[in-house]
């Protein structure tokens, strides 16, 4: 099964993707995960990568692509996995599914979590995440056991720097003009599913196993 989460920074991606990935038994990868990694590892990548992020810019395509692709490509991908927050932009998805027809395979289902942006600042403002396992959180709709401290690893939580408001503007222009124009390639594709996100976290999940499959 391979799926792939579209939708606004802050939609709920990534907390839908790791629900999926227990589930279903599949891979979780996210491209910004992926990124933090290699900024707290002090790496080439992680180096130029930050200048984008900091700015609320994408990575250019050809820091993601070849990265997105070996991973997919590695043994515990045969059975499927779920891609957070990558393709951002149509040469992202077209080099994606050029990848995959190299090996006869394809996306299965391209999975919208749409949410409207009004909503998006307050959820990005509430958000925090784990200096130590990057687990995400929110203030009021998905807090910690004990404020300030991480449930899965005990180290503290921090307001990421993009999470600020200014930024937080910034990326959702940036997620209109480039990533927006996917939920019309993956329409035409006919893989295109949609759920609302501006429901709680299960019930947006219970939308998303209807559509995978119980
Ligand atoms: P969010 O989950 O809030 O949408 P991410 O953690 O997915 O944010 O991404 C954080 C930042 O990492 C993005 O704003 C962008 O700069 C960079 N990034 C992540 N994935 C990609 C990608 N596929 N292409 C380009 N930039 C990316
Ligand atoms: P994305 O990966 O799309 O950027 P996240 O999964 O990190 O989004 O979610 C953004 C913030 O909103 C997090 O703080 C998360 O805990 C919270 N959140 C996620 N889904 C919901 C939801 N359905 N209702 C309320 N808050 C949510
Ligand atoms: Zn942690």
Do not use: W
């Not at 995960?33 to 290699?38: E, K, L, M, P, T």
């Not at 779920?82 to 599914?97: C, H, K, M, N, S």
Request: charged share 30%; hydrophobic share 35%; net charge negative.
């Amino acid at each position: 099964m391979k799926v792939i989460m579209l939708g606004a920074p802050g939609a709920g991606k990534g907390t839908q993707a790791k629900k999926i990935a227990a589930k279903y038994h599949v891979p979780h990868i996210s491209t910004g995960d992926i990124f933090r990694a290699n900024i707290k590892n002090g790496t080439e990548l992680g180096k130029k990568a930050k200048t984008y992020m900091d700015q609320g810019l994408l990575v250019p395509d050809e820091l993601v692509v070849d990265l997105v692709v070996d991973r997919v490509n590695q043994e515990d991908c045969v059975d499927g996995y779920v891609l957070d927050g990558f393709p951002r932009t149509i040469p992202q998805a077209e080099a994606l599914d050029k990848a995959l027809a190299a090996l006869g395979q394809k996306v299965d289902y391209a999975i919208n979590v749409e949410v409207p942006d009004e909503n998006i600042v307050t959820r990005m403002g509430g958000r925090r995440a784990c200096v130590g396992c990057g687990a995400t959180y929110h203030l009021e709709y998905a807090p910690t056991k004990k404020e300030g401290i991480c449930d899965a690893c005990g180290r503290e939580l921090i307001l990421r720097d993009d999470d600020k408001p200014e930024t937080v503007t910034k990326r959702l222009n940036v997620y209109h003009e480039q990533t927006q124009p996917l939920i019309d390639y993956y329409t035409q594709a006919g893989i295109l599913k949609e759920v609302d996100g501006t429901v709680d976290i299960e019930e947006v999940f219970r939308a998303i196993t209807v559509i995978l499959g119980e």
